[in-house]
């Protein structure tokens, strides 16, 4: 089992900058990785970034790509969401998620991941 905890999210204004925070807890296996996702009200979760823990390989969605940044911290067993330039439609509740089936082309999908954190709101106002 991991245990995931997520903070960090607040409410800024657009063209502010946020870091959420996730610290695991709990045993990983080898194909350990873990992402952000985020969902907006009656929106569908999506997919913003991946991390495999081992090698620490990254995935970014297209849309985020140089305006977010996922980093970890391997020994706190954290992993950050940097977001840069924030607009209102960034407003959405942020997960972090992890898994110990991290495959190349499955790390999109919300299904791949077996452990998700409470989420933290992130708003901003425009």
């Known amino acids: 089992q991991v245990q995931l905890v997520e903070s960090g999210g607040g409410l800024v204004q657009a063209g502010d900058s946020l870091r959420l925070s996730c610290a695991a807890s709990?045993?990983?296996?080898?194909?350990?990785?873990m992402a952000w996702f985020r969902q907006a009200p009656g929106k569908e979760r999506e997919f913003l970034a991946a991390?495999?823990?081992?090698?620490?390989?990254?995935s970014y969605a297209d849309f985020v790509r140089g305006r977010f940044t996922i980093s970890r911290d391997n020994a706190k067993n954290t992993v950050y969401l940097r977001m840069n330039s924030l607009k209102a439609e960034d407003t959405a509740v942020y997960y972090c998620?992890?898994?110990?089936?991290?495959?190349?082309?499955?790390?999109?999908?919300?299904?791949?991941?077996?452990?998700w954190g409470q989420g933290t709101q992130v708003t901003v106002s425009s």
């Open positions: 998620a992890a898994t110990n089936r991290f495959v190349s082309g499955q790390i999109s999908r919300w299904q791949q991941y077996d452990y």
């Open positions: 709990g045993r990983t296996g080898s194909n350990y990785g």
């Open positions: 991390i495999r823990w081992a090698g620490g390989t990254i």
